[in-house]
Structures are given as C-alpha cells and as structure tokens.
Nanobody, 114 residues
Framework: QVRLVESGGGLVQAGGSLRLACVRS????????MGWYRQAPGSQRELVAT???????NYADSVKGRFTIAGDVAKDTVYLQMNSLKPEDTAVYYC????????WGQGTQVTVSS
C-alpha cells in the first residue's frame, strides 16, 4: 500500500517562507506524478503544484512566482518551497501521488498570519 508522509507545515507571518516535504513509500514502482493540493476551511481541495516523473512542473496561477515544486519523483520525494506567503495561502496542504491510482497524505497545516 502506497503511503505519503508530509512534513514542514506551521505558522508563519505574511511575507515569510515555509518548505514542505513529502516522502512516498510502499511501492516498487515510481509514481507518474506527485504534487500538492490544498484545502482551506469551507473550500474545495485545489491544485497547488505538480511534478511528473520526467520533471515537468505545473502550478496554480495563484502561486506562480512564489512557490516552487522540486524533488525526484523517481526517488519518491518532492518538496514545495513557499515564499512570499499570504494569508490566503492558509490551508491544509496534501501531498498526492498517482500511478494507476491516486493516493493522498494525511495533510499538514499551513497558517499565514497577517
């Protein structure tokens, strides 16, 4: 069973930075894509950023220029560097991976104070 474990969330002031990490385990095969979604209270889960096995990245418009996804999908590890954080970035951030099936981590809380 694939397992995803996130780390690195916390409380930060607006304009600050945080780095999230996600480690995937439980499979002999690399994912096709890994990435991050987030869900704020009362809102739907939304895409933040993804990276493919080949290193192609994709970002939500709201985070372009501020967030960077990096890592090595082949080695089951991805990171999300979040700079210039805004209060509207406050959410639970979920790591996900996909290869035939989609798996989710337990989520890590990111809170940005104004």
């Amino acid at each position: 069973q694939v397992r995803l474990v996130e780390s690195g969330g916390g409380l930060v002031q607006a304009g600050g930075s945080l780095r999230l990490a996600c480690v995937r385990s439980g499979s002999n095969f690399a994912a096709e894509v890994m990435g991050w979604y987030r869900q704020a209270p009362g809102s739907q889960r939304e895409l933040v950023a993804t990276i493919t096995f080949g290193g192609i990245t994709n970002y939500a418009d709201s985070v372009k220029g501020r967030f960077t996804i990096a890592g090595d999908v082949a080695k089951d590890t991805v990171y999300l560097q979040m700079n210039s954080l805004k209060p509207e970035d406050t959410a639970v951030y979920y790591c996900y991976s996909h290869r035939h099936y989609t798996y989710w981590g337990q989520g890590t809380q990111v809170t940005v104070s104004s």
